[in-house]
């Protein structure tokens, strides 16, 4: 027999304790009321109402799940569940006995009586447990044997970590202050640790706690407000005492479970950025993904594997992943099958160039939305191979266009990229191209009779700058070349980019999407991701450098290589001649279209397509020139 057979469960104890309680209130409560001669006064309803009300009690408390409570972790939700739980017991009970005998012999100050003893008599147990546990965790660990931290932020994530390190009997932290930039919580305490007052005044906090033996070994930041410049502010700071900055993670991060603990992590790179946190309508997009079929192509990438994660909660009917790379594709299947087992999924191993087999995927499977996220976006890469970057991502995604055109797809999404404006290089000018043909087509009208009404799908471009982190880009380059002890090479000490975390660029690439589906008035439109001040490559390099712990130029050297063919100082998200509006949403422009004529559009694409299937390079680059005339004036291979 198993032990969980001989030994009752926690929830069995816990509702054998409310019961008994009940029992004990009312009998205790008659004592109070008629004092020594309870037996004689109450002998008509002593043993029948102690009963009643035991009975009563039980049923409610097990109806409300009273006792599934953890009493480790009591709380204020607890007492109100608590209090409602004692109140209908004694209403009910109260309408029972009116109605066997009218309260024939019983005080009406008995039931008050019992209301409050029976409240105590719950809420009593449960807190001194969690008092006394709370208590004890501090005998486990002495306060010299844990790590002083100083908090940066007295919010609610302060809050929630100190109590969970006192909490915690192998807690390694002990919080002794903590600093906050709102002067009226300077001289105040949370759960008894001081908050000294601002970060400007973090050297002279730092001399004091040293003074009274409490110097902290390390600071965390609690304030999800405190980004961009504010830490780096700290981060120098930081690294002029010589102590570690670290961050506590957001407490959906971490709160998943009453026994979970808040990991610490170290400042990474994202927190440099300096991005407000974009208000999202999920609502929204749950209503635009629940329920129909979505195809992503180049699922297995950095913003394709974001797109899939992310569509893949929404509960799509169906869900498609195209992917050229067999290695990615596995990858990605595998993830979402774990994460989402009950979602109907299919993988795709195909290659957008290969128009038949892309036109039999639509015709099988007949997806409502498609993402396109397939590129060759390595700019290095796509100059030494100026063929495969045409056909890739020019006639890839006329293939994805022309299949959602002809198999009436509702809405397709490509994603571009800043380099499609003013291009300086071949994967800006073959995405630029691609703009064109998607905004191109969505703008053609289909006749019927003497009138002619837009085509069924909607085309929407989504322009963004780098990704931070992606497959390819400068972050992962600089954190390979930290592990092997530098240097860390920039191009040009003048470089700018704009950057932004993955998980929000799709966010918003999802937010765009539901305002373009619900535009009524057009079939076609370019929107722009808001994406906050550019950065100099060359502060991401020295603040890395600090990240890691280590002294630029000392420890770690920095190199500058010069430009890369292609390759220019700054990106820009608009042309001039785009109109770029405001939308709904904060951090979405909605650029008018640069439209070409489809017929010239077809003609030049034709040449284009020939010459690069024969592999001629210089052909291919001229008629590209041609086909992008600012491409041509700014090129310089």
Same mark, same amino acid.
């Given at each position: 027999?198993?032990?969980?057979?001989?030994?009752?469960?926690?929830?069995?104890?816990?509702?054998?304790?409310?019961?008994?309680?009940?029992?004990?209130?009312?009998?205790?409560?008659?004592?109070?009321?008629?004092?020594?001669?309870?037996?004689?006064?109450?002998?008509?309803?002593?043993?029948?109402?102690?009963?009643?009300?035991?009975?009563?009690?039980?049923?409610?408390?097990?109806?409300?799940?009273?006792?599934?409570?953890?009493?480790?972790?009591?709380?204020?939700?607890?007492?109100?569940?608590?209090?409602?739980?004692?109140?209908?017991?004694?209403?009910?009970?109260?309408?029972?006995?009116?109605?066997?005998?009218?309260?024939?012999?019983?005080?009406?100050?008995?039931?008050?009586?019992?209301?409050?003893?029976?409240?105590?008599?719950?809420?009593?147990?449960?807190?001194?447990?969690?008092?006394?546990? %709370? $208590?004890?965790?501090?005998? /486990?660990?002495? =306060?010299?044997? @844990?790590?002083?931290?100083?908090?940066? &932020?007295?919010?609610?994530?302060?809050?929630?970590?100190?109590?969970?390190?006192?909490?915690?009997?192998?807690?390694?932290?002990?919080?002794?202050?903590?600093?906050?930039?709102?002067?009226?919580?300077?001289?105040?305490?949370?759960?008894?640790?001081?908050?000294?007052?601002?970060?400007?005044?973090?050297?002279?906090?730092?001399?004091?706690?040293?003074?009274?033996?409490?110097?902290?070994?390390?600071?965390?930041?609690?304030?999800?407000?405190?980004?961009?410049?504010?830490?780096?502010?700290?981060?120098?700071?930081?690294?002029?005492?010589?102590?570690?900055?670290?961050?506590?993670?957001?407490?959906?991060?971490?709160?998943?479970?009453?026994?979970?603990?808040?990991?610490?992590?170290?400042?990474?790179?994202?927190?440099?950025?300096?991005?407000?946190?974009?208000?999202? %309508? $999920?609502?929204?997009?749950? /209503?635009?993904? =629940?329920?129909? @079929?979505?195809?992503?192509?180049?699922? &297995?990438?950095?913003?394709?594997?974001?797109?899939?994660?992310?569509?893949?909660?929404?509960?799509?009917?169906?869900?498609?992943?195209?992917?050229?790379?067999?290695?990615?594709?596995?990858?990605?299947?595998?993830?979402?099958?774990?994460?989402?087992?009950?979602?109907?999924?299919?993988?795709?191993?195909?290659?957008?160039?290969?128009?038949?087999?892309?036109?039999?995927?639509?015709?099988?499977?007949?997806?409502?939305?498609?993402?396109?996220?397939?590129?060759?976006?390595?700019?290095?890469?796509?100059?030494?191979?100026?063929?495969?970057?045409?056909?890739?991502?020019?006639?890839?995604?006329?293939?994805?266009?022309?299949?959602?055109?002809?198999?009436?797809?509702?809405?397709?999404?490509?994603?571009?990229?800043?380099?499609?404006?003013?291009?300086?290089?071949?994967?800006?000018?073959?995405?630029?191209?691609?703009?064109?043909?998607?905004?191109?087509?969505?703008?053609?009208?289909?006749?019927?009779?003497?009138?002619?009404?837009?085509?069924?799908?909607?085309?929407?471009?989504?322009?963004?700058?780098?990704?931070?982190?992606?497959?390819?880009?400068?972050?992962?380059?600089?954190?390979?070349?930290?592990?092997?002890?530098?240097?860390?090479?920039?191009?040009?000490?003048?470089?700018?980019?704009?950057?932004?975390?993955?998980?929000?660029?799709?966010?918003?690439?999802?937010?765009?999407?539901?305002?373009?589906?619900?535009?009524?008035?057009?079939?076609?439109?370019?929107?722009?991701?808001?994406?906050?001040?550019?950065?100099?490559?060359?502060?991401?390099?020295?603040?890395?450098?600090?990240?890691?712990?280590?002294?630029?130029?000392?420890?770690?050297?920095?190199?500058?290589?010069?430009?890369?063919?292609?390759?220019?100082?700054?990106?820009?998200?608009?042309?001039?001649?785009?109109?770029?509006?405001?939308?709904?949403?904060?951090?979405?422009?909605?650029?008018?279209?640069?439209?070409?004529?489809?017929?010239?559009?077809?003609?030049?694409?034709?040449?284009?397509?020939?010459?690069?299937?024969?592999?001629?390079?210089?052909?291919?680059?001229?008629?590209?020139?041609?086909?992008?005339?600012?491409?041509?004036?700014?090129?310089?291979?």
């Amino acid at each position: 027999m198993s032990p969980s057979k001989l030994h009752p469960n926690r929830n069995t104890i816990a509702a054998f304790h409310d019961a008994l309680m009940a029992a004990v209130s009312f009998v205790l409560s008659i004592y109070i009321r008629l004092g020594s001669d309870q037996f004689y006064l109450s002998k008509d309803y002593l043993y029948s109402g102690t009963v009643a009300f035991t009975l009563v009690s039980l049923s409610v408390f097990l109806y409300m799940r009273l006792y599934r409570g953890v009493w480790r972790y009591a709380s204020l939700q607890d007492m109100i569940g608590i209090v409602k739980a004692v109140t209908y017991s004694v209403l009910i009970f109260a309408v029972l006995m009116f109605t066997i005998n009218r309260l024939e012999g019983l005080p009406r100050s008995l039931l008050f009586i019992n209301w409050m003893l029976l409240l105590f008599m719950l809420a009593g147990p449960r807190f001194a447990y969690r008092a006394f546990k %709370d $208590r004890t965790f501090r005998w /486990s660990l002495s =306060e010299q044997d @844990k790590i002083p931290v100083l908090l940066i &932020g007295a919010g609610d994530h302060a809050e929630q970590f100190i109590r969970d390190m006192k909490r915690d009997r192998q807690a390694a932290y002990d919080v002794v202050g903590l600093v906050d930039d709102d002067a009226e919580q300077k001289g105040r305490t949370m759960h008894g640790v001081p908050i000294y007052g601002s970060t400007s005044m973090l050297p002279a906090i730092m001399q004091k706690l040293e003074r009274k033996g409490q110097r902290p070994h390390k600071w965390i930041v609690t304030d999800d407000r405190v980004a961009g410049n504010a830490v780096r502010h700290l981060l120098e700071q930081a690294d002029n005492i010589g102590i570690p900055l670290a961050r506590l993670p957001r407490l959906s991060e971490f709160k998943h479970s009453v026994n979970e603990r808040p990991q610490i992590r170290p400042i990474a790179v994202e927190d440099l950025l300096g991005r407000a946190q974009n208000v999202l %309508d $999920r609502d929204s997009m749950q /209503s635009f993904v =629940e329920g129909r @079929k979505v195809l992503i192509t180049g699922a &297995g990438g950095t913003i394709g594997s974001e797109l899939t994660r992310q569509i893949a909660q929404f509960r799509p009917l169906e869900l498609f992943l195209v992917e050229f790379s067999e290695f990615n594709l596995y990858h990605i299947e595998r993830e979402i099958r774990d994460t989402f087992p009950d979602l109907a999924l299919t993988v795709l191993l195909a290659d957008i160039c290969d128009m038949r087999h892309i036109d039999v995927i639509f015709r099988k499977h007949q997806p409502n939305l498609v993402f396109h996220a397939a590129a060759i976006k390595h700019v290095p890469m796509a100059e030494k191979n100026v063929e495969q970057a045409i056909l890739t991502n020019v006639f890839g995604t006329c293939h994805i266009a022309e299949a959602c055109q002809k198999h009436r797809v509702d809405v397709m999404v490509m994603i571009s990229t800043d380099k499609a404006v003013n291009p300086g290089n071949v994967m800006g000018a073959t995405k630029r191209l691609a703009e064109s043909y998607c905004q191109s087509l969505g703008r053609m009208t289909q006749p019927q009779g003497k009138y002619s009404v837009p085509r069924k799908t909607k085309y929407f471009t989504v322009r963004f700058g780098n990704v931070l982190g992606s497959t390819g880009s400068v972050v992962p380059l600089f954190q390979e070349q930290l592990a092997k002890g530098g240097p860390l090479t920039v191009t040009h000490p003048d470089m700018v980019r704009y950057f932004m975390t993955v998980r929000e660029a799709v966010e918003l690439v999802l937010q765009a999407a539901v305002l373009g589906d619900s535009m009524k008035d057009r079939q076609e439109g370019i929107f722009v991701l808001d994406m906050g001040q550019p950065v100099r490559i060359l502060d991401l390099a020295t603040q890395m450098i600090k990240l890691a712990g280590l002294k630029p130029d000392e420890d770690i050297k920095i190199s500058f290589t010069g430009l890369r063919p292609g390759e220019k100082l700054f990106e820009e998200l608009f042309h001039f001649s785009e109109n770029a509006v405001k939308t709904t949403h904060d951090g979405i422009f909605l650029a008018s279209p640069r439209v070409t004529d489809m017929d010239v559009l077809r003609k030049g694409l034709e040449k284009l397509f020939l010459v690069a299937t024969e592999r001629k390079s210089t052909e291919a680059l001229a008629q590209l020139k041609l086909m992008v005339p600012e491409f041509k004036s700014l090129f310089e291979h």
